[in-house]
Nanobody, 115 residues
Framework: QVQLVESGGGLVQAGESLSLSCAAS????????MGWYRQVPGSQRELVAT???????AYADSVKGRFTISRDNAKTTVYLQMNSLKPEDTAVYYC?????????WGKGTLVTVSS
């Protein structure tokens, strides 16, 4: 069973940056599109960025130009560089496949952006 472990969250001020990591176990990682999601309590989980196995990327409008997703297939790790953070980016961030039948969710990592 593939396990997803997110890390790198924290408390920052608006305008600052954070870098998230997601380590995935299992060989499935190298061949699948991966995604970063986020969820605010009481709201649905939102897909914010995806990256294909070949490195193609896509972003939600709310993060376009500020967030960058990347991956290291050798390390089976996907990253999310978040710049110019805003208070509305505050959420628990998760990684998973970029679509289709998703894997079991990890615990996520909390990002809190103060104004």
């Amino acid at each position: 069973q593939v396990q997803l472990v997110e890390s790198g969250g924290g408390l920052v001020q608006a305008g600052e940056s954070l870098s998230l990591s997601c380590a995935a176990s299992g060989s499935i990682f190298r061949f699948r599109t991966m995604g970063w999601y986020r969820q605010v309590p009481g709201s649905q989980r939102e897909l914010v960025a995806t990256i294909t196995s070949g490195g193609g990327t896509a972003y939600a409008d709310s993060v376009k130009g500020r967030f960058t997703i990347s991956r290291d297939n050798a390390k089976t790790t996907v990253y999310l560089q978040m710049n110019s953070l805003k208070p509305e980016d505050t959420a628990v961030y998760y990684c998973n496949l970029g679509g289709g039948r998703l894997l079991t969710w990890g615990k996520g990592t909390l990002v809190t952006v103060s104004s």
